[in-house]
């Protein structure tokens, strides 16, 4: 599993941008993925997670509403759609994965996730 995150940049409050999360190892499509956050000064955050098969969500309370994960698996890929973003939405965000049994299952704690990607940073002025 190779992740690699990508579709960060600057964008006014009220904005919108997508995240995007490539496995170019193409490992296996069976992984339940996940996107954290971490901000300056602060502690890695959960945002969104997704089942290996893409029907079930979970999302952080603080994006609910506002965030949108889905996945591609043809593609190996998990996005991380972001409308009316807020200034304390600005962090770096990355991508996790870990195998998953359960087709339903998504994971909420970083320990729960076996590979990370590198980070992509999103930076919303007020």
């Known amino acids: 599993v190779q992740l690699q995150a990508f579709g960060g940049g600057l964008v006014q409050a009220g904005g919108s941008l997508r995240l995007s999360c490539i496995d170019s190892?193409?490992?296996?499509?069976?992984?339940?993925m996940g996107w954290f956050r971490q901000a300056p000064g602060k502690e890695r955050e959960f945002v969104a997670a997704i089942s290996w098969r893409g029907a079930d969500t979970y999302y952080a309370d603080s994006v609910k509403g506002r965030f949108t994960i889905s996945r591609d698996n043809a593609k190996n890929t998990v996005y991380l759609q972001m409308n009316n973003l807020k200034p304390e939405d600005t962090a770096v965000y990355s991508c996790?994965?870990?195998?998953?049994?359960?087709?339903?299952?998504?994971?909420?704690?970083?320990?729960?996730?076996?590979?990370w990607g590198q980070g992509t940073e999103v930076t919303v002025s007020s």
């Open positions: 996790a994965a870990t195998p998953s049994y359960y087709s339903s299952a998504w994971y909420l704690r970083p320990d729960d996730y076996d590979y």
């Open positions: 190892g193409r490992t296996s499509s069976r992984l339940a």
